[in-house]
T-cell receptor, first 114, second 111 residues
Framework: EPEVTQTPSHQVTQMGQEVILRCVPISNHLYFYWYRQILGQKVEFLVSFYNNEISEKSEIFDDQFSVERPDGSNFTLKIRSTKLEDSAMYFCASSDRTGPYEQYFGPGTRLTVT | SQQGEEDPQALSIQEGENATMNCSYK?????LQWYRQNSGRGLVHLIL?????REKHSGRLRVTLDTSKKSSSLLITASRAADTASYFCATINQGAQKLVFGQGTRLTINP
């Protein structure tokens, strides 16, 4: 069964460093998302992406964050200058349709900022 | 902002028993979805119920939706040890794409 994959599974970085989290969505999906879950808290929406454009973003997704689909398979989340409060589990998701449909999640990347 | 809240926050039952988790939300929705998360893992989609549906079944799962009370319940029948996980409800507003998650219920099935 097709699945969303994410790399790395765990990333440790120092405050102020740039990190890139990578995702490979399900191959025939066209709609992509990033969510994050700070330890012990709710899963929070960050951004949605379609047709090489951001279609929706949350207040969390400020200028420090960016997303990109550099080729036909990868979808990346970049944090330019990490802060301690960016430590969280980051989940990528994809969907074959936009709007109120099922989203398929990857296993997540645990980001630890020290 | 819309929030889904699950109840209870934690539930521990014996294998074979039924588990019921509840979710409440605050705004008008297009649909409500339930996800499972095993410890330290990703979210697995379980079931989606649309705002014009009242009940839906999938295997051992039964979901109800009461839009007048803005609440939903997830029933897992004949629970198994492998059902041990956190369960989240998530809603999507009309015209929106993003999922809004609740805090989750931590379910433990004791053998």
């Amino acid at each position: 069964e097709p699945e969303v994959t994410q790399t790395p599974s765990h990333q440790v970085t120092q405050m102020g460093q740039e990190v890139i989290l990578r995702c490979v969505p399900i191959s025939n999906h066209l709609y992509f998302y990033w969510y994050r879950q700070i330890l012990g808290q709710k899963v929070e929406f960050l951004v949605s992406f379609y047709n090489n454009e951001i279609s929706e973003k949350s207040e969390i997704f400020d200028d420090q964050f960016s997303v990109e689909r550099p080729d036909g398979s990868n979808f990346t989340l970049k944090i330019r200058s990490t802060k301690l409060e960016d430590s969280a589990m980051y989940f990528c998701a994809s969907s074959d349709r936009t709007g109120p449909y099922e989203q398929y999640f990857g296993p997540g990347t645990r980001l630890t900022v020290t | 902002s819309q929030q889904g809240e699950e109840d209870p926050q934690a539930l521990s039952i014996q294998e074979g028993e039924n588990a019921t988790m509840n979710c409440s939300y605050k705004t008008s929705i297009n649909n409500l979805q339930w996800y499972r998360q095993n410890s330290g893992r990703g979210l697995v989609h379980l079931i989606l119920i649309r705002s014009n549906e009242r009940e839906k079944h999938s295997g051992r799962l039964r979901v109800t939706l009461d839009t007048s009370k803005k609440s939903s319940s997830l029933l897992i029948t004949a629970s198994r040890a492998a059902d041990t996980a956190s369960y989240f409800c998530a809603t999507i507003n009309q015209g929106a794409q993003k999922l809004v998650f609740g805090q989750g219920t931590r379910l433990t099935i004791n053998p």
